[in-house]
């Protein structure tokens, strides 16, 4: 068995995730490991293209440039992320 840790989720997340998986007959474990990693394949694209923009602000940039990319690229990619789980979904 891989080593496990805990994860913080809001108690109402919690009782989704419960929900989901028991009428699916898995944990709630196994069924957030199965969703993250969905997530990951599917915005695999989109973490590269970040990781290759951040690289080039280190090599040619400054800490503040770097700064200024990740602080306005989370708002960015967590409401895309957000869209594209809600597409998902229908």
């Known amino acids: 068995m891989a080593s496990t ?3 913080r ?3 109402d997340l919690s009782s989704e995730v419960a929900q989901i998986a ?3 007959g898995q ?3 196994d ?3 199965k969703a993250w990693k ?3 394949a599917r915005n695999k694209d989109a973490f590269a293209k970040d990781m290759e923009e951040a690289a080039k602000i280190i090599r040619a940039g400054t800490t503040k440039d770097l700064a200024a990319f ?3 690229d989370v708002a960015v990619q967590a409401e895309a992320a957000a869209q594209q789980a809600q597409q998902a979904q229908s």
Request: aromatic share 4%; charged share 15%; hydrophobic share 50%.
């Open 5 to 7: 840790t805990t994860v």
């Open 9 to 11: 989720i809001s108690k």
């Open 22 to 24: 028991a009428l699916r």
């Open 27 to 29: 944990t709630s474990g």
């Open 31 to 33: 069924l957030l490991a």
């Open 38 to 40: 969905e997530f990951l």
């Open 70 to 72: 990740l602080s306005v």
